[in-house]
């Protein structure tokens, strides 16, 4: 990448009766720490290798639900909606942008569909498919407000970036990662054990967070910075 030249950020959207749609929260997120974002389609996915030589990190979105085919279950009783044609697009772009070793960052949904797209599971709902006491990962509360906490893991890109063992997120999910694929670590869990975070053993800046850091920035919260800083970071190398 030339000298001052912004990365291109690939922006995953959603799919709703042929409406692509898209909150400018992450539009906004990467256009504040020099990024240039790019809204990508749900495209043909055996073309996912032609956007990814296009752009230099790829920001996997928060959304809807997966399909449980992808990990071999059937629809549980509290599955919400999904988008075939979403899946399909985001795990063969995830597949790409890993081969290629370019960063990717996985919100919410995208850090479940980055876990899927490599062999990892997950919950179709927390609340039904665990026995554990859980915290409210459904918060009703602005979606700038940060209501529980995560544990980060320490030797974890997480923790170099946000210099803290303990700090508080906001949540917006039913669903959450249970069984991490083989490439990848836990990096953070909520204090009832459900993972909020992971990142990859194998590549400079693959990480996926169950939080939106996008709207906790309308809140100048500080390691969401952070971390959104280091994603464009490497995107830059």
């Not at 990814?52 to 959304?63: A, K, P, R, W, Y």
Request: glycine share 8%; with cysteine; aromatic share 8%.
């Amino acid at each position: 990448m030339g000298f001052n030249v912004k990365p291109v950020i690939g922006i995953s959207s959603s799919l709703n009766e042929q409406l692509l749609t898209l909150p400018t929260d992450n539009i906004h997120a990467i256009s504040k720490y020099g990024g240039l974002p790019i809204v990508l389609p749900n495209y043909k996915e055996t073309e996912a290798d032609l956007i990814v030589e296009m752009i230099d990190g790829l920001l996997l979105t928060g959304g809807g639900d997966i399909d449980p085919i992808l990990f071999g279950e059937e629809p549980h009783q509290k599955l919400g909606s999904i988008t075939p044609e979403r899946d399909a697009f985001e795990v063969a772009i995830v597949k790409e942008m890993l081969l290629q070793n370019k960063p990717v960052f996985g919100i919410c949904r995208g850090a479940q569909i980055l876990n899927i797209a490599v062999g990892g599971d997950m919950f179709q709902d927390i609340y039904t498919q665990t026995e554990e006491n859980l915290l409210q990962h459904q918060q009703h509360a602005p979606r700038w407000h940060a209501s529980h906490f995560v544990h980060v893991e320490e030797n974890t890109l997480l923790k170099s970036i946000a210099q803290k063992g303990k700090f508080k997120v906001n949540s917006f999910h039913h669903q959450a990662n249970r069984k991490i694929a083989g490439e990848f670590v836990v990096s953070a869990v909520a204090s009832d054990g459900v993972i909020e975070a992971f990142e990859s053993k194998n590549h400079h800046f693959v990480m996926g967070v169950q939080w939106h850091p996008e709207c906790l920035l309308l809140n100048n919260d500080e390691i969401s910075a952070e971390i959104m800083k280091a994603f464009i970071n490497a995107c830059k190398k």
